[in-house]
C-alpha cells in the first residue's frame, strides 16, 4: 500500500528565524492521525536564518538524528561534545536517560537547512552518547547510502532501534527496485527532484509511505536527492 503525503500537506510555520515543516505532531501542532509511523515520531525539515538556532534544550528517551542538506549547524552538548555539522554530514544522539544540547547557524550569509528526524528507542533509559559523521554522498551519485541502523551495517552510525536510513542523488531515467524483508514499512521523502514511485509521481517535499508490500520500484524522472527509511 503506497500513501503520498504532498509537500502543501505537511504543517508549515515561518518563525522568522526559523521555517519548518513538521511530518508528524510536534510542538503546538497536534493532529491525531499523524503521530508517528511505526517507531518514527518526527520528522522536522528545517531551515535556519543566518546567526539564529536553537538555544540550550533537553531531550530524553529518543534516538535523535539530523541529516545536514546545505549550510552549517554548530552543536554542542552537556556530554562535552561541541561541533560543526556541514552538508553531506550526520549526526545521531541517543538522548536516553537525558542529555541538553544547543543549534546554531553561526553563518552571517548562509541559510542552514536541516532535517531532524526522532525515533522512539528500543529501551528507555539509556546512557547518552553522540556521533557525527560525513558521508561522500556527491561522489556515490546513482546508489542508496545507509547513514544510520539499528543493525550492523558497514559505515552507518548506529542506532537503537531497528531501523536503516538512505540517502542518495540519484540520476534521472536511473530504475531503482528498493527490496525489504515482509511486514517492514518504507518513509520515503524527496529532498529535491522529482521519480515515479509504484506508478505515482513523488516530488520535492512529498513523502511516501509504504506499507504491506516488500518491493518498491523507483523511476527517477529528474536528478533526484532523497531520503529512505526502513522501518520494523
Sequence with gaps: MLHIIRSVERKSFDHGWLQTKHSFSFGSYQDRTRQHFGSLRVFNDDVIQPGEGFGTHPHQNFEIM???????????????????LRAGEVQRMTAGS??????YNHSQEEEAHLLQIWFY?????????????GFSIDKQKGKLIPIVSGKKVEGALSIHQDVTVYV?????NQQLLFTQEQGRKVHLFVIEGELEVDGQIVQ?????????????????????HLMLIDLA
Design 66 to 84: 539530523t541529516y545536514m542538506i546545505s549550510g552549517a549547524l554548530e552543536h554542542e552538548d552537556s556530554l562535552g561534545n561541541k561541533e560543526v
Design 98 to 103: 537525558g542529555v541538553s544540547h544547543s543549534e
Design 121 to 133: 528507542p528500543d529501551q528507555q533509559g539509556l546512557p547518552p552518547s553522540w556521533e557525527q559523521k
Design 168 to 172: 542518495g542523488k540519484l540520476e534521472a
Design 204 to 224: 520535492t517535499g512529498d513523502t511516501a509511505e509504504v506499507t504491506e508490500q516488500s518491493n518498491l520500484t523507483m523511476s527517477i524522472r529528474k536528478d533526484t
